[in-house]
């Protein structure tokens, strides 16, 4: 079975820009995660779907930063336009519906912006 | 504040020796308790959890873990570290709001 994918595993871009980021769960898996690293700082929450729904965006920073998840499957998270401080490593994560808590992670995208 | 610490930001090892990497909770109720290892170029990879019952938790890899409500803690422990061994392990909880919190990391160095 497949682990969650992520793509791309490293993207860099020039402060102003605008990058997306794609994340496809494991099979099956209705919760989908996305979690953010930046340099030095600990993993931490961006938001979490269930199937198409966003059921908590409490850790999205600001309104430069758009996830989506069209028909439950997979996500995007869409970064618009880029800062410096959104350098980090993002990691999306899934779930079965029943079993959230533990969740399963995908390899990260490594986002640089210059 | 509520929190996950773990003290330890870099440890050094020989291959052979017995490793400890500490983790402590600040929450008012137990929460649910993990550990992930990323290796270099990987993605995160869980280790155990503790959810409840036998406070000593057996994970993959040979790994496990001791759960002590007194102390908040969630210590991860090896016998015998190996040099594939070495990697970032993350120490993260579960305080029922289907969100994991990270403590901020503990990076292994093992010698040969």
């Known amino acids: 079975e497949a682990g969650v994918t992520q793509f791309p595993s490293h993207s860099v871009i020039e402060k102003g820009q605008t990058v997306t980021l794609r994340c496809d769960p494991i099979?099956?898996?209705?919760?989908l995660y996305w979690y953010r690293r930046v340099m030095g700082k600990e993993i931490k929450f961006l938001l979490h779907f269930v199937k198409e729904s966003k059921q908590d965006e409490s850790g999205m920073p600001n309104n430069r930063f758009l996830a989506e998840r069209t028909g439950g499957t997979y996500s995007t998270l869409k970064v618009q336009p880029a800062e410096l401080e959104d350098s980090g490593v993002y990691f999306c994560a899934s779930s079965q519906l029943g079993q959230q808590e533990t969740q399963y992670f995908g390899p990260g995208t490594r986002l640089l912006v210059l | 504040a509520q929190s996950v610490t773990q003290p330890d930001i870099h440890i050094t090892v020989s291959e052979g020796a017995s490793l400890e990497l500490r983790c402590n909770y600040s929450?008012?109720?137990?929460?649910?308790l993990f550990w992930y290892v990323q290796s270099p170029g990987q993605g995160l990879q869980l280790l155990l959890k503790y959810f409840s019952g036998d406070t000593l938790v057996q994970g993959i890899k040979g790994f496990e873990a001791e759960f002590k409500r007194s102390q908040s803690s969630f210590n991860l422990r090896k016998p015998s570290v190996h040099w594939s061994d070495a990697a970032e392990y993350f120490c993260?909880?579960?305080?029922?709001?289907?969100?994991?919190?990270f403590g901020t990391g503990t990076r292994l160095q093992v010698f040969p």
């Open positions: 099979s099956g898996h209705d919760n």
């Open positions: 993260a909880v579960d305080i029922y709001t289907d969100k994991l919190i």
């Open positions: 929450y008012g109720a137990t929460p649910y």
